[in-house]
């Protein structure tokens, strides 16, 4: 139950996320294309790739006057060729960085980085731990009582460090049996562990369920849909199918199944 998952890890998420950023950033220049773009030359070179292919020249393409203040970048019906260098760099390399960029920092606002940041104070591994300072974002996302939450915080420094507990995990496997003293704290941590990284996650078991509740097994239970689910979503989990096989034939004793 309390085992650790390196999905769950919001710790280094933050420091992450800007300092991929900041290295895609660092690439758009004309330094960092001429250092790919030789490497890309190089490796053409060695396996008898034209990297530079000369095209006949067509027919110039016309934009139509209603696009004259507009920045297009679509090829108009027409695949765009690149003969050089340039063509490179301004139809290929330039807009492929910005369109990441642009996606990165859509995903990672800032109000996405300072609920991590927030989220972190329940984590050991960070530096973070139990600051009171950085709580607010995600205690007003699950509608803690931050005043209530600062309050144990300052007690619950006295009692825990960051060196005696190693993980969230051992954290809240020894809250528990405070949880009637810590009760926003309690509240804090469960729902760090439970905020999914992304939606992804939460598709693809709706994607499994479709998979496994069919017209065939209609009348499954809740309880069988839901086992079957975490079967089919989280197969990194070991399963000794021995002690399921025993567990079973002692379960059905005078069932007249054959186990081999």
């Not at 420094?157 to 009637?180: A, D, G, H, Q, V």
């Amino acid at each position: 139950m309390f085992g650790k998952d390196p999905s769950l890890d919001y710790v280094r998420g933050e420091h992450l996320v800007k300092s991929i950023i900041e290295q895609i950033s660092e690439l758009r220049s004309e330094k960092a294309f001429s250092q790919i773009y030789e490497k890309a030359k190089q490796f053409s070179d060695r396996n008898g790739i034209d990297l530079i292919q000369q095209h006949s020249v067509r027919r110039a393409i016309k934009v139509p006057d209603r696009f004259k203040d507009c920045t297009i970048d679509s090829t108009l019906g027409h695949r765009q060729e690149l003969s050089s260098t340039i063509d490179y760099i301004d139809r290929l390399y330039f807009p492929l960085i910005d369109s990441i960029l642009v996606e990165l920092n859509d995903r990672f606002s800032s109000t996405t980085l300072s609920m991590i940041k927030s989220m972190s104070a329940v984590y050991p591994e960070s530096e973070n731990f139990l600051n009171v300072d950085v709580i607010d974002e995600f205690a007003l996302h699950i509608d803690a009582d931050r005043s209530n939450l600062k309050n144990e915080f300052q007690v619950l420094k006295s009692m825990f460090n960051s060196e005696n507990t190693s993980s969230i995990f051992e954290f809240l496997r020894r809250i528990i049996p405070l949880c009637t003293a810590f009760p926003q704290t309690m509240k804090m941590i469960k729902g760090a562990l439970t905020m999914p990284v992304s939606q992804v996650t939460c598709e693809r078991s709706f994607s499994k369920m479709k998979i496994i509740k069919n017209y065939l097994r209609n009348s499954m239970s809740d309880d069988r849909l839901s086992h079957l689910t975490l079967l089919s979503i989280e197969r990194d989990i070991v399963i000794d199918y021995e002690s399921v096989v025993d567990k079973f034939a002692r379960s059905h004793k005078n069932s007249r199944i054959l186990l081999c």
